[in-house]
C-alpha cells in the first residue's frame, strides 16, 4: 500500500512560525521540498590540521572544548577555545565565537566539528566567527552540517542554514514518502525517490551528479513528450488546400528583382514549396544570420499564398519594422497589383495608412466590417493578436524576429484563418538545446549564405577615454555623405543604473557637435513620432540617430555605416549582432565602436568576441553559455517551464537522448494512456509555458 503523501505540518521542526517562511519561498508541499534544489554543496569532509590553515580559508576542524564561556557583552553569545586533537602549539588553539544566535550542546569537555573561515585574533590564536557546528557522536550517518557534503539552500529572511537544512534533512532523510516513476525510464538511470535523497545529502559529488542527471532527465523528458505531441498533433491535422495555383506570380515577382537570389534562399523557397504540397500545415523556423535575405524567403512564402487566392499576414515586433516592411512590400508587390495593407495599435481607422483600402476589422467586436480579400497581405504588430483583425481567408503567417513574441502569440495567431501555414523568422540564432525544446514542434531551415555585395562591418571595441577620437572619424565620415547610429541602453538618467541615457545625450551632444543634424528614436515616442524621425533619417535630414535597442531589429538604411554603442557591456552578446547588423547594408565601408567599462575581465572578453567574429551562431551559443535563455530571448517569452534541475548548456547529450525515449513512448502510446502521470506533468509544463509568455 503506498504510503500517504506527507504534509509539511508532518515534518519534524516545521512549525507554524517556519511553514510561513517555507510560504515565501514557495514551499507549501512536501513535493515542493524535494524539488527545493540545493544552489550548491560544500565539500565538509576533509579536516585540516591548523598547522596546515591558510588565513582567510574556509576548512573543518575536528576538537575538544577546553572552555565555553557565556558572554556579557555586545551581540556575542558564546567563546568557545578548542584544542584539536593534533594540536602542537598554543598559536593552533582555536577561538571560535557565536553573534547571532547561543548555539545549543556546547560545553567543557564535549568534541566538535567546525566549519567556518579562519583568521588570526590579536594573540595569534586561530578565530572563527560564526561557524557551522556539528556534536561529535557515533551515529556518523546522522550529520547534517559538517563531515559530509553540506547542502546550501536559498534562504529568506529568518530562515538560516541550519535551520533550513535541518528541515530538509528531516523531509528527505528521515520522512518517509513516494517518488513513483511516471514514464518508462531507460536503465542505468539513478531510482527516481533515491534520486531525491542523493540530491540533497549526497554522499559522494559523483553520486550527487548522478542524482541530478536523473531528475534532469525527467524535466527533459516530459518537455521532449509535450513536444513529440505537438508534432504528432500537426502531423495529423490536416489542412485542405487549395487547387494547385501556378508560379506565375512569384515567378514574375523573382525576374523583377535587381539581382539574383542565393544558393540558400532557393533550398529554403524548395522546402517551402515541399511544405505546401503536402496535407497538413506548414510549421517552419527559418534561421538567418543579419542580412542574409530572410525577408525575401517569407515574402515568396507570402506569394504563394496569394496566388493560392488566400490572405497572408505578417507580424512584427514593433511599429517601426512594421511600417518598414509595408514600405518595402508596396515597392516589390504593388507593380504585381497585389494589396497590402498595415494594421498596428495606431490604425484607429478602418483604412491603411499606406492604400487608403479598407483592412479587415471587427465592428464593434461582433463581425468584420469587411471581408479581407483574398490574395492580399497584411503587415502588422502585436495588433494583429487582437479580436480587431479578422482573417477568415487567412492561408500564411510570418512572424519576424520569433523571439519577441512567445508561444502563446504564435498559437493566438496560428488559430485565426483555417489552419494557416506558419513560418516564423529569427535573426537571432538558435543555441541547439533551444532548437530541441521552444521550437522543437517546427521543421527548420537555415540560410547559411550572404547576399554577394554585403560590405564587412569593422568592429572595434574602446574605453569611454577614447570617445574623442571617435567623434572625430565620426565628422569624417559625414563629411562624404556617411550618416551614423548613435545607441545607448537608458531612455532617461536613472539613480539605480550607471549608464548613459539617450535623452541626456541627445542634449549633451547639441553642443558637442553643433553642425551635426541629430535625431532622437526611443520607444517613449508616440507611432506618428517614431515614424517621422525614421522618415527623415531615410531621407537624409538627419545625420545621426541617437537612439536605444528600438531599431535592434529591421531598420534598413543603407547609407547608415556608423555605429557606436555606448555602455556595451550591458547589452548582450545577440543584442550587439542584431544592432550592429542595422550597417554594413549598403556599398560604403561599415564601422561599429563598442564603448564600454567591463568590471571584469570576463567582460571585456565578452566584447572581444564581437570583434572577432561576425558569425551569429558563435556569437549566439557564447552569449547561451554567458547568460542562459531567459536572458537572451526574455524569461516571458522563452517558453520554458522553469528547470530545477537540467542545465540547457550543458546538458545537451541528456537532452537528445530524452528526445529520443519521447520519439518512441509517443509511437507506442500516442494518447500515453498507459502513463497518466506523465500526462499530468505534460499538462502542467504546458500551463506553464503558456501563461510565462501571456
Same mark, same amino acid.
Given at each position: 500500500?503506498?504510503?500517504?503523501?506527507?504534509?509539511?505540518?508532518?515534518?519534524?521542526?516545521?512549525?507554524?512560525?517556519?511553514?510561513?517562511?517555507?510560504?515565501?519561498?514557495?514551499?507549501?508541499?512536501?513535493?515542493?521540498?524535494?524539488?527545493?534544489?540545493?544552489?550548491?554543496?560544500?565539500?565538509?569532509?576533509?579536516?585540516?590540521?591548523?598547522?596546515?590553515?591558510?588565513?582567510?580559508?574556509?576548512?573543518?576542524?575536528?576538537?575538544?572544548?577546553?572552555?565555553?564561556?557565556?558572554?556579557?557583552?555586545?551581540?556575542?553569545?558564546?567563546?568557545?577555545?578548542?584544542?584539536?586533537?593534533?594540536?602542537?602549539?598554543?598559536?593552533?588553539?582555536?577561538?571560535?565565537?557565536?553573534?547571532?544566535?547561543?548555539?545549543?550542546?556546547?560545553?567543557?569537555?564535549?568534541?566538535?566539528?567546525?566549519?567556518?573561515?579562519?583568521?588570526?585574533?590579536?594573540?595569534?590564536?586561530?578565530?572563527?566567527?560564526?561557524?557551522?557546528?556539528?556534536?561529535?557522536?557515533?551515529?556518523?550517518?546522522?550529520?547534517?552540517?559538517?563531515?559530509?557534503?553540506?547542502?546550501?539552500?536559498?534562504?529568506?529572511?529568518?530562515?538560516?542554514?541550519?535551520?533550513?537544512?535541518?528541515?530538509?534533512?528531516?523531509?528527505?532523510?528521515?520522512?518517509?514518502?513516494?517518488?513513483?516513476?511516471?514514464?518508462?525510464?531507460?536503465?542505468?538511470?539513478?531510482?527516481?525517490?533515491?534520486?531525491?535523497?542523493?540530491?540533497?545529502?549526497?554522499?559522494?559529488?559523483?553520486?550527487?551528479?548522478?542524482?541530478?542527471?536523473?531528475?534532469?532527465?525527467?524535466?527533459?523528458?516530459?518537455?521532449?513528450?509535450?513536444?513529440?505531441?505537438?508534432?504528432?498533433?500537426?502531423?495529423?491535422?490536416?489542412?485542405?488546400?487549395?487547387?494547385?495555383?501556378?508560379?506565375?506570380?512569384?515567378?514574375?515577382?523573382?525576374?523583377?528583382?535587381?539581382?539574383?537570389?542565393?544558393?540558400?534562399?532557393?533550398?529554403?523557397?524548395?522546402?517551402?514549396?515541399?511544405?505546401?504540397?503536402?496535407?497538413?500545415?506548414?510549421?517552419?523556423?527559418?534561421?538567418?544570420?543579419?542580412?542574409?535575405?530572410?525577408?525575401?524567403?517569407?515574402?515568396?512564402?507570402?506569394?504563394?499564398?496569394?496566388?493560392?487566392?488566400?490572405?497572408?499576414?505578417?507580424?512584427?515586433?514593433?511599429?517601426?519594422?512594421?511600417?518598414?516592411?509595408?514600405?518595402?512590400?508596396?515597392?516589390?508587390?504593388?507593380?504585381?497589383?497585389?494589396?497590402?495593407? =498595415?494594421?498596428? *495599435?495606431? %490604425?484607429?481607422?478602418? $483604412?491603411?495608412?499606406?492604400?487608403? @483600402? +479598407? #483592412?479587415?476589422? /471587427?465592428?464593434?467586436?461582433?463581425?468584420?466590417?469587411?471581408?479581407?480579400?483574398?490574395?492580399?497581405?497584411?503587415?502588422?504588430?502585436?495588433?494583429?493578436?487582437?479580436?480587431?483583425?479578422?482573417?477568415?481567408?487567412?492561408?500564411?503567417?510570418?512572424?519576424?524576429?520569433?523571439?519577441?513574441?512567445?508561444?502563446?502569440?504564435?498559437?493566438?495567431?496560428?488559430?485565426?484563418?483555417?489552419?494557416?501555414?506558419?513560418?516564423?523568422?529569427?535573426?537571432?540564432?538558435?543555441?541547439?538545446?533551444?532548437?530541441?525544446?521552444?521550437?522543437?514542434?517546427?521543421?527548420?531551415?537555415?540560410?547559411?549564405? =550572404?547576399?554577394? *555585395?554585403? %560590405?564587412?562591418?569593422? $568592429?572595434?571595441?574602446?574605453?569611454? @577615454? +577614447? #570617445?574623442?577620437? /571617435?567623434?572625430?572619424?565620426?565628422?569624417?565620415?559625414?563629411?562624404?555623405?556617411?550618416?551614423?547610429?548613435?545607441?545607448?541602453?537608458?531612455?532617461?538618467?536613472?539613480?539605480?543604473?550607471?549608464?548613459?541615457?539617450?535623452?541626456?545625450?541627445?542634449?549633451?551632444?547639441?553642443?558637442?557637435?553643433?553642425?551635426?543634424?541629430?535625431?532622437?528614436?526611443?520607444?517613449?515616442?508616440?507611432?506618428?513620432?517614431?515614424?517621422?524621425?525614421?522618415?527623415?533619417?531615410?531621407?537624409?535630414?538627419?545625420?545621426?540617430?541617437?537612439?536605444?535597442?528600438?531599431?535592434?531589429?529591421?531598420?534598413?538604411?543603407?547609407?547608415?555605416?556608423?555605429?557606436?554603442?555606448?555602455?556595451?557591456?550591458?547589452?548582450?552578446?545577440?543584442?550587439?549582432?542584431?544592432?550592429?547588423?542595422?550597417?554594413?547594408?549598403?556599398?560604403?565601408?561599415?564601422?561599429?565602436?563598442?564603448?564600454?567599462?567591463?568590471?571584469?575581465?570576463?567582460?571585456?572578453?565578452?566584447?572581444?568576441?564581437?570583434?572577432?567574429?561576425?558569425?551569429?551562431?558563435?556569437?549566439?551559443?557564447?552569449?547561451?553559455?554567458?547568460?542562459?535563455?531567459?536572458?537572451?530571448?526574455?524569461?516571458?517569452?522563452?517558453?520554458?517551464?522553469?528547470?530545477?534541475?537540467?542545465?540547457?548548456?550543458?546538458?545537451?547529450?541528456?537532452?537528445?537522448?530524452?528526445?529520443?525515449?519521447?520519439?518512441?513512448?509517443?509511437?507506442?502510446?500516442?494518447?500515453?494512456?498507459?502513463?497518466?502521470?506523465?500526462?499530468?506533468?505534460?499538462?502542467?509544463?504546458?500551463?506553464?509555458?503558456?501563461?510565462?509568455?501571456?
Amino acid at each position: 500500500m503506498p504510503s500517504e503523501t506527507p504534509t509539511l505540518a508532518s515534518i519534524k521542526g516545521i512549525g507554524p512560525r517556519y511553514a510561513e517562511l517555507l510560504g515565501t519561498l514557495g514551499l507549501v508541499t512536501h513535493d515542493d521540498l524535494l524539488h527545493n534544489v540545493p544552489r550548491r554543496h560544500e565539500d565538509r569532509r576533509h579536516l585540516v590540521p591548523l598547522s596546515e590553515a591558510q588565513e582567510g580559508a574556509s576548512i573543518t576542524v575536528r576538537g575538544k572544548v577546553h572552555r565555553a564561556k557565556e558572554a556579557r557583552w555586545g551581540a556575542m553569545r558564546l567563546e568557545a577555545t578548542i584544542a584539536p586533537a593534533d594540536v602542537s602549539r598554543k598559536e593552533d588553539i582555536l577561538v571560535a565565537r557565536w553573534f547571532a544566535y547561543r548555539p545549543y550542546g556546547i560545553k567543557e569537555g564535549c568534541e566538535l566539528f567546525l566549519y567556518g573561515r579562519v583568521i588570526r585574533d590579536k594573540k595569534g590564536h586561530w578565530l572563527m566567527r560564526q561557524p557551522e557546528y556539528e556534536i561529535v557522536h557515533q551515529d556518523a550517518d546522522s550529520y547534517i552540517h559538517i563531515d559530509r557534503l553540506a547542502p546550501i539552500y536559498s534562504l529568506t529572511d529568518g530562515l538560516s542554514q541550519r535551520i533550513m537544512r535541518k528541515i530538509m534533512f528531516e523531509a528527505t532523510q528521515r520522512t518517509a514518502f513516494e517518488a513513483p516513476e511516471f514514464y518508462p525510464a531507460p536503465p542505468g538511470l539513478m531510482a527516481r525517490q533515491e534520486a531525491f535523497r542523493v540530491i540533497h545529502f549526497p554522499e559522494t559529488l559523483e553520486g550527487e551528479e548522478r542524482a541530478r542527471q536523473r531528475l534532469a532527465y525527467d524535466e527533459f523528458f516530459v518537455l521532449q513528450c509535450v513536444v513529440a505531441q505537438r508534432r504528432l498533433n500537426r502531423v495529423t491535422g490536416f489542412r485542405p488546400r487549395a487547387k494547385a495555383a501556378s508560379h506565375d506570380l512569384t515567378a514574375r515577382w523573382i525576374k523583377s528583382l535587381p539581382f539574383p537570389l542565393t544558393g540558400a534562399q532557393r533550398r529554403v523557397m524548395a522546402e517551402i514549396d515541399a511544405d505546401l504540397g503536402q496535407g497538413p500545415p506548414m510549421n517552419r523556423l527559418l534561421q538567418g544570420d543579419v542580412g542574409a535575405g530572410k525577408t525575401f524567403v517569407a515574402l515568396y512564402a507570402m506569394l504563394r499564398a496569394v496566388e493560392a487566392g488566400e490572405q497572408a499576414a505578417l507580424m512584427a515586433p514593433t511599429q517601426i519594422l512594421a511600417e518598414q516592411h509595408a514600405l518595402n512590400l508596396r515597392r516589390w508587390l504593388e507593380p504585381l497589383g497585389v494589396r497590402i495593407d =498595415l494594421f498596428t *495599435g495606431n %490604425t484607429k481607422k478602418k $483604412t491603411d495608412r499606406l492604400r487608403g @483600402g +479598407e #483592412l479587415d476589422l /471587427f465592428n464593434n467586436g461582433k463581425k468584420p466590417a469587411t471581408a479581407a480579400p483574398s490574395g492580399s497581405v497584411v503587415i502588422g504588430t502585436h495588433a494583429l493578436l487582437y479580436d480587431r483583425y479578422a482573417a477568415d481567408q487567412l492561408g500564411m503567417i510570418v512572424i519576424d524576429e520569433q523571439h519577441k513574441f512567445g508561444v502563446l502569440q504564435r498559437l493566438a495567431l496560428s488559430r485565426k484563418g483555417r489552419n494557416p501555414d506558419i513560418l516564423v523568422m529569427t535573426a537571432t540564432p538558435i543555441p541547439r538545446t533551444l532548437g530541441m525544446t521552444v521550437y522543437g514542434d517546427l521543421d527548420v531551415s537555415i540560410l547559411d549564405e =550572404l547576399p554577394p *555585395g554585403r %560590405t564587412p562591418i569593422v $568592429t572595434k571595441c574602446r574605453a569611454s @577615454g +577614447e #570617445l574623442e577620437k /571617435f567623434w572625430t572619424f565620426l565628422h569624417k565620415q559625414l563629411g562624404e555623405g556617411r550618416q551614423a547610429y548613435v545607441v545607448y541602453p537608458l531612455v532617461e538618467d536613472s539613480e539605480k543604473v550607471e549608464a548613459k541615457s539617450v535623452k541626456a545625450e541627445f542634449e549633451r551632444l547639441k553642443g558637442v557637435l553643433p553642425d551635426v543634424r541629430l535625431g532622437l528614436l526611443h520607444g517613449q515616442l508616440r507611432g506618428d513620432e517614431k515614424e517621422q524621425v525614421m522618415t527623415d533619417f531615410r531621407a537624409g535630414k538627419i545625420q545621426v540617430l541617437l537612439a536605444t535597442s528600438v531599431i535592434e531589429v529591421g531598420v534598413d538604411v543603407p547609407n547608415a555605416t556608423i555605429m557606436l554603442i555606448e555602455n556595451a557591456e550591458r547589452f548582450g552578446l545577440a543584442q550587439l549582432h542584431q544592432l550592429r547588423g542595422r550597417i554594413g547594408r549598403g556599398e560604403h565601408a561599415s564601422y561599429c565602436v563598442l564603448v564600454g567599462e567591463p568590471k571584469s575581465l570576463e567582460g571585456w572578453r565578452r566584447l572581444k568576441i564581437m570583434e572577432e567574429t561576425s558569425d551569429g551562431f558563435r556569437i549566439a551559443e557564447e552569449d547561451f553559455k554567458i547568460r542562459g535563455p531567459g536572458n537572451i530571448f526574455g524569461t516571458e517569452q522563452s517558453g520554458l517551464p522553469p528547470l530545477r534541475f537540467a542545465s540547457l548548456e550543458r546538458d545537451f547529450q541528456l537532452l537528445t537522448e530524452a528526445r529520443v525515449g519521447a520519439d518512441r513512448l509517443i509511437k507506442e502510446d500516442p494518447t500515453f494512456s498507459q502513463w497518466p502521470g506523465l500526462r499530468e506533468k505534460m499538462g502542467s509544463a504546458q500551463v506553464v509555458s503558456l501563461v510565462a509568455v501571456s
